[in-house]
């Protein structure tokens, strides 16, 4: 039996045995390891590659907000130092690069539109404020600035709900509720006003302005005397305060106090020299006074002082027209004639006018006085008593249309219902323009509370004529009750009867 044999491997070059399957060199397959025996390593390389691109990354992305923060942080710096120097244009610029940088900063908004605000550029400040809030609703500054802009707007609407969002924030601030109550009484509402008024004094009960905004409130409501002490405690709180002073000066006005009124004007004349209304009212309050020698007298100072001052011309004409009306005193005329000419010649509007007129027709030119009121009459508002002055001069110059004209737009802008003389003048003038239904009108409302015999007659009369006979004996009847034997009664009586 033969042995087995083993075929000896074939021998390759340089005397290395081959693999008898593939004719490989084994020294070979040190070289090319098998399928899948360097991944491991690949994909470590590939991971710390990796990682050195995001470390990379994460790095540039901190460097480059690192800058944006600094550069935005040295924006706001130089605008804060620009405001202080009082260079709004450059400081608004950097809070803007500031914005740009970050738009969502509530400080960056905040100053620019504080800045805004002293530029006197009212809408750009509000929209930099509002967005400043937005940004962060718990901020009261924004708030209050807000509402501060909105009143300086003429919004007081506006300025209240700002100011009522920093109360509900912060319920402890004097001077917001003394904003808030501020922007209510401005909108029209007094009772709400005096409420938040009063919540301000009772953190702060020396604040002049809080008792100041009680007393208008309370005036506003007609409880005059309440409204004094409040003023009088503004007044003794703070003693420059001026419009504290003028409003006490019309609540002793009101009450006929003329001599305490004018020590409140004589204060604030001598606290603020500067403005010619503060002379005129003194001037004025003196005249009320009847102290005619210091009213001029002060008004005349004025007139040297503000020669350019239409009102202070018109003031001292005023006050001469009162004096020669008063007492008939035609060199006292004279002077009013004049010092109210200045005033319509260097360009006085429809109260001048209106008072230039009246003198003129004190003085019996009726047809100037006519051509001055009517001119008057056409510049709103008008003045209810240059109608009245109207009327009377076109009465006089025989146009009883255009005196009816007047009175009936006297009855339509006067602040009070008409006297019963208004209104028995205009049945007057309807009656001589036969126009008796307006006649039978007007002379119906001045008879509905007078036992006046000849009035009943008169608007008897005037019912019968314009077809209302069934009224017309109504109104007899009155009269006859009243005075049955009266000429005029009977002989009405007498015509319906017919």
């Known amino acids: 039996m033969l042995a087995p044999t083993i075929a000896s491997p074939a021998i390759g070059p340089a005397g290395r045995p081959l693999l008898s399957v593939t004719g490989l060199d084994t020294t070979d397959c040190q070289k090319f390891p098998p399928l899948g025996y360097h991944r491991p390593r690949m994909k470590r390389r590939l991971a710390a590659a990796l990682v050195v691109l995001a470390v990379g990354a994460a790095t540039a992305v901190a460097y480059t907000a690192a800058v944006r923060d600094r550069e935005y942080r040295r924006l706001v710096e130089a605008g804060d130092e620009a405001l202080a120097g009082g260079q709004t244009t450059v400081a608004v610029e950097a809070f803007s690069g500031a914005i740009a940088l970050n738009p969502d900063s509530m400080v960056a908004h905040l100053k620019r539109g504080e800045t805004y605000r002293r530029l006197g550029d009212l809408r750009a400040a509000f929209r930099d404020l509002r967005a400043a809030s937005d940004l962060d609703p718990s901020a009261t500054r924004p708030l209050e600035q807000l509402g501060d802009v909105a009143l300086a707007m ?16 912060d319920d402890r ?23 938040a008024a009063q919540r301000a004094l009772a953190l702060d009960s ?11 409130c309370l005036a506003a409501e007609g409880k005059a005397t309440e409204s004094r002490r409040s003023l009088e405690r503004a007044v003794a709180l703070e003693p420059a305060l001026v419009p504290a002073r003028e409003a006490l000066a019309a609540t002793y006005r009101a009450s006929g106090r003329h001599m305490d009124a004018s020590e409140q004007l004589e204060a604030v004349v001598a606290l603020d020299r500067s403005r010619p209304e503060r002379l005129i009212a003194l001037g004025l309050e003196y ?70 007129g009246r003198a003129l027709l004190a003085s019996g030119e009726t047809s100037a006085a006519l051509r001055s009121l009517r001119e008057a009459a056409g510049k709103l508002p008008v003045a209810p008593a240059t109608l009245l002055d109207l ?15 007047a009175l009936e737009q006297y009855v339509a802008v ?52 314009a077809g209302d006979a069934a009224a017309a004996r109504r109104t007899l009847d009155r009269a006859a009750a009243l005075s049955p034997d009266d000429p005029a009664v009977k002989r009405l009586t007498a015509r319906l009867r017919s």
């Open 154 to 169: 003429h919004r007081p609407d506006r300025a209240a709900e700002r100011y009522a969002a920093y109360v509900q924030l």
């Open 173 to 195: 601030s004097p001077r917001v509720l003394y904003k808030l109550a501020l922007a209510h009484y401005r909108s029209g509402q007094p009772a709400t006003a005096l409420a």
């Open 206 to 216: 020396r604040s002049a302005q809080a008792h100041y905004l009680i007393g208008l």
């Open 287 to 356: 005249a009320d006074a009847r102290r005619t020698d210091l009213a001029v007298a002060t008004l005349g100072r004025a007139a040297e002082r503000f020669p350019d001052n239409v009102e202070v011309y018109a003031s001292l004409g005023e006050v001469w027209l009162r004096t020669a009306l008063e007492s008939g005193d035609r060199v006292a005329l004279g002077k009013a004639r004049e010092a109210l000419r200045t005033a319509v010649v260097r360009g006085g509007s429809g109260r001048e006018l209106g008072l230039y």
């Open 391 to 405: 009327a009377t001069a076109a009465e006089r110059a025989g146009d009883r249309r255009g005196a009816r004209d």
């Open 414 to 465: 006067a602040a009070t219902p008409p006297n019963m003389v208004v209104v028995r003048r205009l049945g007057e003038l309807s009656a001589a323009l036969a126009d008796w239904p307006q006649a039978a009108r007007w002379w119906r409302k001045a008879a509905a509370d007078t036992n006046d015999v000849a009035l009943l007659s008169a608007l008897a009369d005037a019912e019968w004529r």
